[in-house]
């Protein structure tokens, strides 16, 4: 005997496997005493398991920096998100049925751990200590080998300091800053016109290899990866799309394909 009315949301909620073991009983019976609305639910659930399948490689890449929330906010420095990546995302979010939900709450969570985080401590530093005309290093580039001395010994691993200076950019110097994940490398270069960029290495408990993806922090951009246990999150007040090549210089320099 089923106790109350059954309604669409207890059949959509029965083909995403979100109910109860007692109500899910109920539907069920319900469901074979009336095998017209059966078959067209059981399209439904053929239909989003298809989905599921067809966009399972898309599912497991990094949310577009352009689809977090805060970002979407931020439209006085970027454009409207485009058409295709909304219905993208509201294809996935149709696709992962009863787990939507979650997917969405990880789209606009602040990260706290890998490249995430890791992006986030980057923006902090350049906010502190760019605009810092007195004292914007600890060490300074002519003692640099005492420099990646004092963080390797602070992180365990011998950092590498990458040299821009073909794209402008000379190393001012850097100093070792704590983090939520342990003590990390700021490295910082200069243009010698008042531009400056951050570097951020450390290790990397969480997202030991990971792909580089954009971000922005206020008015900081930036691109974050990991290779080899070891995170590079290089920032700045340029666009991202200005930073990029100096990005991939630093990647092919720390990766010794130079």
């Keep these: 005997m089923i106790d109350k009315p059954i309604s669409e949301d207890d059949l959509h909620a029965y083909i995403d496997g979100a109910l109860d073991e007692a109500r899910r009983a109920e539907i069920a019976s319900y469901l074979e005493a009336h095998p017209e609305i059966a078959a067209r ?35 006085q420095r970027r454009p409207r998100i485009s058409g295709l990546w ?36 980057a923006s902090a530093n350049f906010s502190a200590y760019a605009s810092d005309n007195v ?3 600890e060490i300074r580039a002519d ?26 950019y000379r190393l001012m110097g850097g100093r070792v800053v704590s983090t939520p994940h342990g003590p990390a490398l700021m490295l910082m270069y200069d243009d010698d016109r008042g531009g400056r960029l951050v570097m951020l290495t450390r290790p990397m408990a969480v997202d030991q290899d990971k792909a580089m ?3 922005t922090e206020g008015k900081v951009d930036g691109w974050s990866w990991a290779s080899r246990g070891m995170g590079y999150s290089l920032v700045g007040t340029m666009p991202a799309e200005a930073l990029h090549p100096l990005a991939d210089d630093i990647r092919r320099q720390v990766s010794g394909d130079i």
């Design 41 to 75: 639910f059981g399209s439904y659930a053929d239909d989003r398991s298809g989905l599921r399948s067809a966009f399972a490689a898309i599912a497991e890449e990094p949310i577009p920096t352009r689809l977090n929330l805060a970002h979407m906010i931020d439209r």
């Design 86 to 121: 909304a219905a993208a995302a509201a294809v996935l979010l149709l696709a992962v049925g009863g787990s939507g939900g979650w997917l969405l709450r990880e789209m606009t969570s602040i990260p706290q751990e890998g490249v995430g985080a890791l992006a986030r401590e």
């Design 135 to 137: 004292r914007p290093v």
């Design 143 to 168: 003692k640099a080998t005492e420099l990646a001395d004092w963080a390797a010994e602070r992180m365990g691993r011998k950092p590498a300091l990458p040299d821009l200076s073909k794209a402008g």
């Design 213 to 215: 993806a954009a971000h």
